[in-house]
């Protein structure tokens, strides 16, 4: 079986489980508290050197760190990644944007807000306009076209970057501005299940922004 060390809270965290429950893998969910240093314990490390949640151990004992390249690594031989070479490509083009242009900010944007009691005062005002130029790199591709990576399905660009978008409004932003991008967000949760964030009743699945 799978094991996923991972922080519910964290959006990063809960796309590898989206996935995971829309593929109808078994699996097992550790919880990890990232507010409470236990990404920087011995044993945590020994596992993971990033010191980062999530984290998948393989049924080998194997072990695979950053969230979207957990995403790549289950979702193959899936229809989540585009069989064409520029397609998968165009796919891996937001996977590394979401990381460098877009979880920085949105994400947190939101920690600060939700999890570290900042006002909006106390925020940086870079910090709320770098997400909004993302967001609104976003309401452009997503006014041309119905899935981020083009063509006629999600994929797992579109799963990647709903995780922080859907929760943007936690760090302060407003979508009212984005139609493109709230559609966007109810065909992205329809496509791949995705109901309101909630701790699992168990910590099987069956069938810093905190942390990357």
């Given at each position: 079986?799978?094991t996923v ?7 990063n965290?809960l796309?590898?489980?989206?996935l ?8 097992q969910?550790?919880d990890?508290?990232?507010m ?6 011995a044993a945590?490390?020994a ?5 980062q949640?999530?984290l ?5 004992g194997?072990?695979l760190?950053?969230s ?6 289950l979702?193959e ?6 069989a064409?070479a520029y397609e998968r ?5 937001w996977?590394f944007?979401?990381?460098?242009s877009?979880e ?6 939101r920690?600060q807000?939700?999890?570290?009691g900042k006002?909006a005062?106390d925020?940086e005002?870079?910090l709320?306009?770098r997400g909004?130029?993302a967001?609104d ?6 006014s041309a076209?119905?899935?981020?990576a ?9 799963l ?10 936690e760090g302060?932003?407003d ?6 991008i709230?559609d966007w967000i ?19 699945g069956?069938?810093s922004?905190l942390q990357?």
């Amino acid at each position: 079986m799978l094991t996923v060390h991972g922080d519910i809270r964290s959006g990063n965290c809960l796309k590898v489980k989206w996935l995971l429950d829309v593929l109808r893998r078994d699996y097992q969910w550790i919880d990890i508290d990232v507010m409470t240093g236990a990404t920087r314990t011995a044993a945590f490390l020994a596992l993971n050197p990033f010191g980062q949640v999530p984290l998948l151990v393989l049924p080998d004992g194997r072990t695979l760190a950053q969230s979207n390249a957990i995403l790549v690594h289950l979702a193959e031989g899936t229809h989540h990644i585009p069989a064409g070479a520029y397609e998968r490509a165009r796919m891996l083009e937001w996977l590394f944007w979401e990381q460098y242009s877009h979880e920085p900010y949105i994400a947190v944007a939101r920690f600060q807000r939700a999890f570290a009691g900042k006002t909006a005062e106390d925020i940086e005002p870079r910090l709320m306009e770098r997400g909004r130029v993302a967001l609104d790199r976003m309401e452009q591709a997503l006014s041309a076209n119905a899935w981020l990576a083009g063509g006629q399905a999600a994929t797992l660009a579109d799963l990647a970057l709903v995780a922080y978008t859907r929760v943007a409004h936690e760090g302060g932003f407003d979508l009212a501005p984005y139609p493109a991008i709230r559609d966007w967000i109810s065909q992205t949760e329809a496509a791949f299940g995705i109901e309101t964030p909630s701790e699992p009743a168990d910590r099987t699945g069956a069938a810093s922004s905190l942390q990357q």
